[in-house]
């Protein structure tokens, strides 16, 4: 079974740039969550999706958005790019609902704002 | 709100040694605990899930605690190896809102 994917791996952008990322997750997993990971704040929650509709969010700013299509791909973006949103983006899938929340993550996609 | 602690930041020890790893919440509303490692640069690998219910789990030379009461949970790894270096996160999933919140880690190296 394909594990979670997320493209581009890699990513160069200047700041006030807008950028989408874009999660795929194991198949037959509803949920997909979002995170960021930065070496002075370390792994923080963005948004999670469940069947296309937002279940959480976490304290990011409204340039952090992000939508989950019927077939539960998940796009995330960020709008206004600043210098300090430069980090790993981590993308999760779980079963979600009663199947449960076990979280298996993609490789991430590397931003870096220049 | 929910705060995770991993203590200590870093440990170093020698291949063979039995080690513990600690991960510490404020919050006993848990829904899950996840244990995961992550090499340089990489994503995350899920390692064990402890639901709220469950005290332990087992898989191979791992094997995590969870206790509720006291809000710890523990990463018991057995006869580690060089293998093994990496940095070892834990997370709660909240009961309530259901939001997961993650430790700093715990960097580990295991030399030869």
């Known amino acids: ?29 509803r ?18 999706y469940f069947s296309e509709t937002q279940r959480n969010k976490g304290n990011f ?43 298996y993550f993609g490789p991430g996609t590397r931003l870096t704002v220049t | 709100k929910q705060e995770v602690t991993q203590i200590p930041a870093a440990l170093s020890v020698p291949e063979g040694e039995n080690l513990v790893l600690n991960c510490s919440f404020t919050d006993s509303a848990i829904y899950n605990l996840q244990w995961f490692r992550q090499d340089p640069g990489k994503g995350l690998t899920s390692l064990l899930l ?23 949970s523990t990463l018991y790894i057995a006869a580690s190896q060089p293998g093994d270096s990496a940095t070892y996160l834990c997370a709660m999933r909240d009961a309530n809102a259901g939001k997961s919140t993650f430790g700093d880690g715990t960097t580990l190296t295991v030399k030869p």
């Open chain 2, 50 to 72: 402890i639901q709220s219910s469950q005290r332990e789990q087992t898989s191979g030379r791992l094997n995590a605690s969870l206790d509720k009461s006291s809000g710890r």
């Open chain 1, 1 to 29: 079974k394909a594990g979670v994917t997320q493209t581009p791996r890699y990513l160069i952008k200047t700041r006030g740039q807008q950028v989408t990322l874009s999660c795929s997750p194991i198949s037959g997993h």
């Open chain 1, 61 to 103: 700013p409204g340039r952090f958005s992000g939508r989950q299509f019927s077939n539960s791909r998940s796009e995330m973006n960020v709008s206004t790019l600043e210098l300090g949103d430069s980090a790993l983006y981590l993308c999760a899938s779980s079963l979600g609902g009663l199947a449960g929340y076990e979280q």
């Open chain 1, 31 to 48: 949920s997909v969550s979002w995170y960021q990971q930065t070496p002075g704040q370390g792994l923080q929650f963005l948004f999670e």
